[in-house]
């Protein structure tokens, strides 16, 4: 009992020397309390920061929103006088298209002229093809001699009735140049071209007598031709007058 009641009573003396949860609670309770303050400090202070790295971004990006759009306004300004520009040009393009246009027209309109010009200047003129050419000839007195001998009733007018006389192209050897005959008097041109058609003289000599044509006369009737000589087979009346084919009276084309 005695031994007991020692061991009881040593507890007792040795029970200040073990502190109780409750005590240990309370010691760690300020220390916690301090660590807490300053992680709490410390991500304020992290917060703050990034906050104003959020704020300098932001601006700049405000920065640079307002740059691009003054960008874009100025873009739209170019944009719209481009446009405006290129409006411009259109009007100017359709109003030199329409220039063009009459130009054209106009120029078809001479050229239509000038030809008629040319195929009027012409129907004074007949050419003759397979006469003969000889060495330091006189062309004038040649022709003269062989409408002296086609119509002889007008030999004390030929002078007067034949104007100029000459050759057109190249010399080449064993093949005479064509000559071209200009009248004073388109009666007297018109005369001969119908008494040299069935001339036994020019049949004799190896001489015809032709139109002279301009070149757009002779392509239009190049084109014709194959109906003017179809029709003829065929046994009807088909010729030609200036650039335009006839049958039976009726104007062809080569279409």
Known sequence: MEAQSAQ???????????????????KLRPHDEDITNATLLQAITSLTARFDSQDEKLEEMANQMR????????????VEFNAAEIKDCKEKCLETSKSLLGLTSSHKDLASRTSELERYK???????NG???????????????LFAEIAPHLVQKLDD?????????????????????????????????QS???????RDRGVRFAEDLTKEDRLARAALWPLIDQARKAGKKAYFRGPFGYIEGKRIDST
């Open 161 to 193: 009735i034949v104007d100029t006389v000459h050759r057109i192209g190249k010399k080449e050897p064993g093949k005479p140049r064509q000559m071209i005959v200009q009248f004073a008097m388109r009666k007297y041109r018109d005369e001969f071209w």
């Open 67 to 78: 740059r691009n759009s003054v960008m874009i306004a100025e873009i739209s300004k170019a």
């Open 122 to 128: 012409r129907r004074w003129n007949l050419p003759i």
């Open 8 to 26: 009881t009573d040593k507890r007792r003396d040795s029970s200040h020397l073990t502190p109780t949860k409750s005590n240990a609670l309370k």
């Open 131 to 145: 006469m003969k050419e000889k060495p330091e000839e006189d062309p004038h007195r040649e022709v003269i001699g």
């Open 196 to 202: 040299t058609k069935n001339s036994s003289v020019c």
